[in-house]
């Protein structure tokens, strides 16, 4: 037996290296491709990606034989290509069966399938080794015969190598543009899902409208709040009065030609029932052009309807349901600063109601509180004003003229006795009248100068009304320098 030493080519040792190493990437790179695609691309990548992580196991292999220095070597050509369609065999199954065990995630039978697929992976690549080597016939340098008819791939070899390098190059160079594509794909997929959640759960109605007005689209309270208002989406303007109708199409309108975003309050009345809402007309674009129109819808009937009643609550005596003293103080303001003409203001305190709510009670005073309000209500003009200013006093803000036939139709309504309960009350009613702008221009100085001449009616007589008058205030001022010495 002849023995044969040699060295190795530490370039080609590199190459071969290398070689392997990409092998090695375009594996591992590729399973993902072929796991996270479907129908052509997938197909297209378990072949092509075959074809080169085979390629590559398979010139490593060549290459390392090729490193071999003082030896020649040539190869069966049947048994070469032998062993280059196992190695792409080998790599197909590979690339199908990391396809397969990742479909089968949780299955029970995953560990003996793992098992099965190593032996036979690891029996493709030791056959493609050994099928390569007996396809190989070694000879020490120039003990070749020339004449030789089996295959000299020395050249052939080069060539394969550099295809191989090539392949694995542009293998990885697409799979790295496939994969910045399906990131980027995927990014745009989770910001669609991320749009689409938002508007699925925002509790907020949102619709979405084509351009010629029809309903493309609504989330859950979208259509909560059509059956609240008992509405079909193919009938809007059927259900709607013409009025809201007109308002809700004129906006759409104006958001098609305008193509801004705006925003208005409203209220809608559908079956008989008033909705406060918010609008919000927004214009969507699909590659620069204007291609709908999404409405949010805030409903906002429960928050109008509080603040109405807080406002009420803030504006309007508790008892008898008329306007408060603030209501009185801000009307009277805004009355002086819109008037040109004269503005009369007057105060009115029920007699002996003390009496009363002392002696049978604040339930017996409260109802005479409430009798006395709608006696006083039946008597405003259309531009009268009335409020309770607190206690047993009220004042009426009117414009000034037949005060007199007023005052005198006020005291008119105490002329009948007052039957609450088992009770006959009789009471009557004190007027002080102060007038803009003789007595002043000033809400506050007319409401005291009012308030004077009410006292200075009380003192005179119970059942009658009292203009305001200069003797009348130097009358208060010592009064109240007498009470204050």
């Given at each position: 037996?002849?023995?044969v030493?040699?060295?190795?080519?530490?370039?080609?040792?590199?190459?071969?290296?290398?070689?392997?190493?990409?092998?090695?990437?375009?594996?591992?790179?590729?399973?993902?491709?072929?796991?996270?695609?479907?129908?052509?691309?997938?197909?297209?990548?378990?072949?092509?990606?075959s074809?080169?992580?085979?390629?590559?196991?398979?010139?490593?292999?060549?290459?390392?034989?090729?490193?071999?220095?003082?030896?020649?070597?040539v190869?069966?050509?049947?048994?070469?290509?032998?062993?280059?369609?196992?190695?792409?065999?080998?790599?197909?199954?590979?690339?199908?069966?990391?396809?397969?065990?990742?479909?089968?995630?949780?299955?029970?039978?995953?560990?003996?399938?793992?098992?099965?697929?190593?032996?036979?992976?690891g029996?493709?690549?030791?056959?493609?080794?050994?099928?390569?080597?007996?396809?190989?016939?070694?000879?020490?340098?120039?003990?070749?015969?020339?004449?030789?008819?089996?295959?000299?791939?020395?050249?052939?070899?080069?060539?394969?190598?550099?295809?191989?390098?090539?392949?694995?190059?542009?293998?990885?160079?697409?799979?790295?543009?496939?994969?910045?594509?399906?990131?980027?794909?995927?990014?745009?997929?989770?910001?669609?899902?991320?749009?689409?959640?938002?508007?699925k759960?925002?509790?907020?109605?949102?619709?979405?409208?084509?351009?010629?007005?029809?309903?493309?689209?609504?989330?859950?309270?979208?259509?909560?709040?059509?059956?609240?208002?008992?509405?079909?989406?193919?009938?809007?303007?059927?259900?709607?009065c013409?009025?809201?109708?007109?308002?809700?199409?004129?906006?759409?309108?104006?958001?098609?030609?305008?193509?801004?975003?705006?925003?208005?309050?409203?209220?809608?009345?559908?079956?008989?029932?008033?909705?406060?809402?918010n609008?919000?007309?927004?214009?969507?674009?699909?590659?620069?052009?204007?291609?709908?129109?999404?409405?949010?819808?805030?409903?906002?009937?429960?928050?109008r309807?509080?603040?109405?009643?807080?406002?009420?609550?803030?504006?309007?005596?508790?008892?008898?349901?008329?306007?408060?003293?603030?209501?009185?103080?801000?009307?009277?303001?805004?009355?002086?600063?819109?008037?040109?003409?004269?503005?009369?203001?007057?105060?009115?305190?029920?007699?002996?109601?003390?009496?009363?709510?002392?002696?049978?009670?604040?339930n017996?005073?409260?109802?005479l509180?409430?009798?006395?309000?709608?006696r006083?209500?039946?008597?405003?003009?259309?531009?009268?004003?009335?409020?309770?200013?607190?206690g047993?006093?009220?004042?009426?803000?009117?414009?000034?003229?037949?005060?007199?036939?007023?005052?005198?139709?006020?005291?008119?309504?105490?002329?009948?006795?007052?039957?609450?309960?088992?009770?006959?009350?009789?009471?009557?009613?004190?007027?002080?009248?102060?007038?803009?702008?003789?007595?002043?221009?000033?809400?506050?100085?007319?409401?005291?100068?009012?308030?004077?001449?009410?006292?200075?009616?009380?003192?005179?007589?119970?059942?009658?009304?009292?203009?305001?008058?200069?003797?009348?205030?130097?009358?208060?001022e010592?009064?109240?320098?007498?009470?204050?010495?």
């Amino acid at each position: 037996m002849t023995e044969v030493i040699g060295e190795y080519n530490k370039w080609l040792i590199i190459l071969s290296y290398i070689t392997a190493v990409l092998a090695a990437y375009t594996a591992l790179d590729l399973s993902e491709r072929v796991v996270h695609t479907k129908g052509w691309k997938n197909k297209g990548w378990l072949f092509t990606g075959s074809l080169t992580m085979g390629l590559g196991i398979w010139s490593m292999h060549f290459i390392g034989m090729e490193a071999m220095e003082s030896i020649s070597i040539v190869y069966n050509p049947v048994l070469y290509g032998a062993s280059f369609a196992i190695a792409i065999t080998a790599s197909f199954a590979a690339l199908k069966l990391s396809f397969v065990l990742a479909k089968k995630t949780g299955s029970s039978r995953i560990l003996s399938i793992k098992i099965g697929s190593a032996f036979l992976m690891g029996g493709a690549i030791s056959g493609m080794h050994y099928t390569g080597m007996a396809a190989a016939t070694l000879y020490k340098n120039g003990s070749r015969d020339a004449g030789h008819p089996e295959m000299d791939t020395v050249e052939l070899g080069i060539v394969i190598v550099l295809i191989t390098l090539m392949l694995q190059g542009l293998m990885i160079l697409g799979a790295f543009t496939d994969k910045r594509l399906l990131i980027q794909a995927e990014k745009v997929k989770d910001n669609e899902e991320r749009f689409q959640s938002l508007i699925k759960h925002n509790i907020d109605p949102i619709y979405v409208f084509s351009l010629e007005g029809d309903m493309l689209f609504a989330n859950s309270s979208g259509y909560s709040l059509l059956n609240q208002m008992r509405i079909e989406p193919i009938q809007f303007s059927s259900v709607l009065c013409q009025e809201d109708h007109e308002k809700l199409l004129s906006w759409f309108l104006q958001v098609k030609s305008e193509k801004k975003a705006i925003n208005r309050d409203t209220q809608i009345t559908a079956s008989n029932v008033r909705f406060d809402l918010n609008l919000t007309l927004i214009p969507v674009y699909v590659r620069q052009e204007l291609d709908s129109i999404y409405v949010i819808c805030k409903d906002m009937t429960k928050q109008r309807e509080a603040e109405r009643k807080i406002r009420r609550m803030a504006h309007y005596d508790a008892l008898t349901d008329l306007p408060n003293r603030r209501y009185a103080v801000e009307h009277l303001a805004n009355v002086l600063n819109d008037k040109h003409s004269g503005t009369a203001v007057l105060f009115l305190d029920l007699n002996r109601f003390k009496i009363f709510n002392d002696a049978l009670g604040h339930n017996i005073g409260d109802r005479l509180l409430i009798e006395a309000s709608k006696r006083l209500a039946k008597c405003m003009p259309d531009q009268g004003f009335i409020a309770r200013l607190g206690g047993d006093e009220f004042i009426i803000i009117t414009p000034a003229y037949q005060i007199d036939e007023l005052s005198e139709q006020l005291i008119r309504q105490f002329e009948s006795v007052f039957r609450i309960k088992d009770h006959r009350l009789k009471t009557s009613v004190s007027i002080g009248i102060a007038v803009s702008p003789a007595d002043g221009t000033d809400g506050e100085e007319l409401m005291k100068k009012a308030d004077m001449a009410m006292y200075a009616a009380k003192d005179k007589n119970r059942s009658r009304y009292q203009y305001f008058s200069s003797s009348i205030g130097k009358q208060s001022e010592l009064s109240l320098k007498d009470e204050t010495e």
